[in-house]
């Protein structure tokens, strides 16, 4: 299969006073990030709140502008490539975490899902009023004649997660950046969009960046994943792989964190193996050794990703496994 993105060595640093106002403190939201996508790919980002994801898909969509590093978006370089934004947004849609926040609350869901087509000037008025039915009724929100008059506030979480779906295939993409998209919803209604993403990734071949903290939901949807720490990729490979046996300890703790819905469960310890914060920002190294239990003394060097097999890379000296 052909790489639909590749993000090549990827940095974005953002430079701040300290808390004293006397030093300047440098945070690396992304620090050398390389990952490419496949036709009809669900690549996934994961890592916790504040580790880059959103900051990396915001540079992809040329909302915010690298410090360095290159993007190839079907075989073309989109970096600093201003005359061909509209070309890249057209072929690269988002759809956001928050289904409240990321649809305008006073226009109806018919004007909501064609208005990418307004943009980008794609057919006349009936052709888009067509495109934009079509994209609500692959989404699955019927009868579509009685919900495009609708507005957002008449709808459920779940049924405007499904707009801002629609509204992000309706031009047509070849990559969709997912972020987080099903974090907000009812546990009841999680299954339902992941099983429309899947859906619609099988009858469209359409690649998706799927951004989240939660490795249950990836380890259903996915099929290459990249563990991201403060900035920096830890561990990448086959989804499944690093799912049963990760060599990373940060991705060993995000497992961990899973729940387990096992009545057994109830009465016993469930310890997450991490350690406390230190508090500390910035320090020479590896950026998990202060909460990394198996840190040994050479963790004091920052330690590259590794190619362990032909598909997997880890950045640690101790891999667990």
């Not at 929100?141 to 008059?149: F, K, N, T």
Request: net charge neutral; with cysteine.
């Amino acid at each position: 299969m052909v790489d639909i993105l590749i993000v090549r060595d990827l940095k974005k640093y953002f430079v701040k006073k300290s808390l004293t106002g006397t030093d300047m403190e440098t945070t690396k939201i992304a620090d050398g990030i390389s990952f490419s996508i496949k036709t009809a790919e669900t690549f996934v980002l994961a890592g916790e709140s504040g580790s880059g994801k959103t900051t990396i898909a915001r540079i992809i969509l040329r909302a915010l502008e690298p410090d360095s590093g290159t993007i190839f978006f079907d075989g073309q370089e989109i970096t600093n490539q201003k005359g061909s934004l509209k070309k890249i947004r057209l072929g690269c849609q988002m759809v956001q975490q928050d289904p409240y926040a990321s649809i305008n609350p006073r226009m109806t869901i018919l004007d909501i899902v064609k208005e990418p087509l307004e943009i980008h000037k794609i057919g006349n008025k009936d052709e888009r009023n067509r495109l934009a039915s079509h994209a609500l009724s692959q989404v699955k929100l019927e009868p579509v004649g009685d919900i495009i008059s609708k507005y957002p506030h008449m709808l459920s979480g779940g049924q405007r997660q499904r707009v801002a779906i629609a509204r992000a295939i309706v031009t047509n993409p070849k990559l969709v950046i997912a972020d987080e998209p099903v974090s907000m919803l009812d546990v009841s209604v999680r299954i339902g969009i992941l099983e429309l993403i899947k859906e619609l990734q099988e009858k469209h071949g359409i690649s998706f960046l799927y951004i989240t903290h939660d490795l249950s939901t990836a380890g259903y949807i996915g099929h290459r994943i990249a563990i991201l720490y403060r900035g920096k990729i830890v561990e990448t490979g086959p989804i499944n792989e690093i799912l049963s046996s990760p060599c990373h300890p940060y991705t060993q703790a995000l497992l961990d964190s899973i729940s387990n819905p096992d009545p057994e469960n109830l009465h016993r310890d469930h310890k997450i193996r991490i350690n406390e914060s230190s508090g500390i920002q910035e320090h020479q190294g590896c950026r998990f050794m202060a909460r990394c239990p198996y840190a040994i003394e050479k963790c004091k060097m920052e330690p590259e990703l590794e190619k362990i097999s032909e598909t997997r890379h880890v950045a640690c000296f101790v891999k667990i496994n």
